[in-house]
């Protein structure tokens, strides 16, 4: 199915445990970004990708880590989870051509760690 | 890319048009004006964006004032399905780079 997917959609782990989360998109989009959404805030961007092999810091990227070995995915991993990344992560993606161009989000992770 | 502001909330009879307003006074020359919403637990959805002039497509109307330093969204006649958070975003062309920075929004109740 054409799109943008993240899997899993909900995640528990535990602190200190490695977490990877999924993201996949059909288009050939350039750009990639992972956001989080803490309860009752607005998205703030981990990290973005202008193409594969290209990854750059947001504003909260501490204990994340991200590559974008092909164009269609990036995945995000949480090195070592801590409480303070419950959140939900939401990926997105556009297409780096042309003057202007939406993002498209996928559907979200729901990420608890207890 | 610029800053924007927005009221926290506002409310919205259904049916009535809904305009929703932000300041984005330190807009250059070479950034757009991007409408986002995200309705409740779901990824955010394009809405419309502008450059200068007014535009108008099947979701929304943006109007952007002469001087480029704030603008509105209008939902002609909002529905109760329009109960979302709206957020505003200036960013360059996307050919030019252009990550979106997401402020707090507006959430938009739409009553019966």
């Known amino acids: 199915d054409a799109g943008i997917t993240q899997s899993p959609r909900y995640k528990i782990t535990e602190t200190g445990r490695q977490v990877t989360l999924m993201c996949h998109q059909t288009w050939s989009h350039s750009y990639m970004f992972w956001y989080r959404q803490d309860l009752g805030h607005g998205l703030r961007l981990i990290y973005y990708s202008a193409a594969a092999d290209i990854t750059d810091k947001g504003e909260v990227s501490d204990g994340y880590v991200v590559s974008r070995s092909k164009t269609e995915n990036f995945p995000l991993t949480l090195e070592s989870a801590t409480r303070s990344q419950t959140s939900v992560y939401f990926c997105?993606?556009?297409?780096?051509?042309?003057?202007?161009?939406?993002?498209?989000f996928g559907q979200g992770t729901r990420l608890t760690v207890v | 890319d610029a800053k924007t502001t927005q009221p926290t909330s506002m409310d919205c009879a259904e049916g009535r048009a809904a305009n929703l307003p932000c300041n984005h006074s330190t807009i250059s020359g070479n950034e757009y004006v991007y409408w986002y919403r995200q309705i409740h637990s779901q990824g955010p959805q394009y809405i419309i964006h502008g450059l200068k002039n007014n535009e108008t497509n099947e979701m929304a109307s943006l109007i952007i004032t002469e001087d480029r330093k704030s603008s509105t969204l209008i939902l002609p006649h909002a529905t109760l399905r329009d109960t979302a958070v709206y957020y505003c975003?200036?960013?360059?062309?996307?050919?030019?780079?252009?990550?979106?920075?997401f402020g707090q929004g507006t959430e938009l109740s739409v009553k019966p």
């Open positions: 975003i200036v960013r360059v062309a996307s050919n030019q780079g252009g990550k979106l920075i």
């Open positions: 997105a993606s556009r297409p780096g051509q042309g003057a202007d161009s939406e993002a498209f």
